[in-house]
C-alpha cells in the first residue's frame, strides 16, 4: 500500500466517526454541535474524493479489461457511500427517518469494501 491509499482509509475512517458525532449529536438535541460535525464531514468529502481519484488514476493510467471495470465500479460504490453518509446526516438533523439512506449506506459500503480490499491490487487483501 502507498501513501495515497493510506490517505484515503484514513479519511473514509474519519468520516465513519464525524458521521456517528454528528447522528448523536443530533439525537442528544444538540443541533449546533451536530451541525459542526456536519460541515467537519462535509469537509472530509473532499479529501475523500482527491485520494479516491488519485487511486482511480492509477488504473486508469495502468489497468485494463476486468480489473479497470472493476476500479470503475468500486469508484462509483464509494460515491454512493457519500451520499448515503450525506442522507444520513442531513436526515438526522431535521429529524425524520434514515431508514433507507442506512440500507443503501451498507450496501454500498459492503461493495466498496469487497472491491477495494479483496479484488483490486491495490488493496490490502487481494485475491486475485
Do not use: C
Not at 45 to 62: D, K
Not at 85 to 112: D, G, L, P, T, Y
Amino acid at each position: 500500500m502507498d501513501g495515497q491509499t493510506h490517505l484515503h482509509i484514513t479519511s473514509w475512517v474519519l468520516a465513519l466517526i464525524l458521521l456517528g458525532l454528528t447522528v448523536w449529536f443530533d439525537r442528544l438535541g444538540k443541533p449546533k454541535v451536530g451541525k459542526v460535525f456536519h460541515m467537519i464531514l462535509r469537509l472530509d468529502y473532499l479529501l475523500i474524493l482527491y485520494s479516491g481519484g488519485s487511486l482511480i488514476a492509477v488504473y486508469f493510467a495502468n489497468a485494463s479489461g476486468a480489473m479497470l471495470g472493476e476500479a470503475i465500479i468500486k469508484s462509483l460504490a464509494g460515491l454512493w457511500v457519500i451520499f448515503a453518509v450525506e442522507m444520513i446526516a442531513v436526515r438526522a438533523q431535521k429529524r425524520v427517518s434514515a431508514k433507507s439512506a442506512w440500507i443503501q449506506f451498507f450496501i454500498a459500503i459492503i461493495i466498496a469494501l469487497v472491491l477495494g480490499f479483496g479484488r483490486l491490487p491495490m488493496g490490502i487483501l487481494p485475491l486475485s
